[in-house]
């Protein structure tokens, strides 16, 4: 018997936006974070829970190249494959494939679930911060207090909270959050001779969240306030995963 079920959603993009010093945008390779996915997925399905995949249009999603990079896992091949085999189990046994459009997901629909868990890589920031339907989506699970979990790239999905049809606006003002920081997609800049033109955790912080920086916690650590959960990388994705599941079970 099922445990309850759980939202993962899922980006359309596999692109994302590098604006260079010689006035050009490049168009850069990305998707979903394999690990970033693969390491909390494993952990919901373990404690007995259904998953159900859901993106902006339905759009079959992408893996972001430099998440299946061995440099990710620190040269740990096992680690790499049971994440990628973890995802071609999904394609098998799930609608990862075939996610659920926003808009098909109806309010009834929602109150079947028991939280919503929100993936990184640099995709999100292409088509979940403005999307109203999940805007709708989200407000749900703030509304109902059930858990949310989200990490890197993902929390700029919460700003898609202003979007929503009859929006108060930004639902997670005051909240503690912990994102993909500034000073780490400086890093990806130099990498690709380029801006990036959103960065999260200014976007966040300027609606009124109170972000909690990276640098300032351990490495892996993550960041609880109310019914969110957060974290800023990969490396947070194990500890993110398990206070997600702790928190599945305490509503």
């Known amino acids: 018997m099922s445990a309850g079920k759980v939202l993962i959603i899922l980006s359309d993009a596999d692109k994302f936006p590098v604006h260079k010093p010689d006035g050009t945008v490049s168009q850069e390779n990305t998707g979903v974070f394999l690990t970033e996915l693969a390491k909390p997925l494993g952990q919901i399905l373990d404690a007995g829970y259904e998953v159900v995949f859901a993106s902006p249009t339905g759009k079959s999603p992408s893996i972001d190249p430099l998440s299946e990079s061995l440099l990710v896992y620190f040269g740990n091949w096992w680690s790499k494959r049971k994440?990628?085999?973890?995802?071609?189990?999904?394609?098998?046994?799930?609608?990862?494939?075939?996610?659920?459009?926003?808009?098909?997901?109806?309010?009834?629909?929602?109150?079947?679930?028991?939280?919503?868990?929100?993936?990184?890589?640099?995709?999100?920031?292409?088509?979940?911060?403005?999307?109203?339907?999940?805007?709708?989506?989200?407000?749900?699970?703030?509304?109902?207090?059930?858990?949310?979990?989200?990490?890197?790239?993902?929390?700029?999905?919460?700003?898609?909270?202003?979007?929503?049809?009859?929006?108060?606006?930004?639902?997670?003002?005051?909240?503690?959050?912990?994102?993909?920081?500034?000073?780490?997609?400086?890093?990806?800049?130099?990498?690709?001779?380029?801006?990036?033109?959103?960065?999260?955790?200014?976007?966040?912080?300027?609606?009124?969240?109170?972000?909690?920086?990276?640098?300032?916690?351990?490495?892996?650590?993550?960041?609880?306030?109310?019914e969110v959960v957060s974290g800023a990388n990969p490396m947070a994705a194990n500890a993110l995963g398990s206070k997600f599941v702790e928190m599945l079970k305490a509503h």
């Open 83 to 226: 994440d990628q085999e973890l995802f071609k189990r999904m394609e098998i046994e799930n609608n990862i494939r075939n996610p659920l459009p926003f808009s098909s997901i109806t309010d009834e629909e929602l109150k079947s679930f028991a939280g919503i868990f929100i993936p990184g890589g640099h995709a999100p920031i292409s088509d979940l911060g403005n999307n109203p339907e999940l805007g709708r989506i989200l407000l749900h699970f703030h509304n109902e207090h059930k858990a949310t979990a989200v990490i890197c790239h993902g929390p700029y999905a919460l700003l898609s909270t202003k979007c929503a049809p009859n929006s108060p606006g930004f639902a997670y003002k005051g909240y503690k959050l912990t994102s993909w920081s500034d000073a780490e997609e400086g890093l990806v800049e130099k990498m690709k001779g380029g801006e990036v033109p959103v960065k999260v955790e200014s976007a966040l912080a300027a609606e009124g969240a109170e972000m909690v920086n990276a640098a300032s916690k351990k490495i892996g650590d993550i960041t609880v306030d109310r």
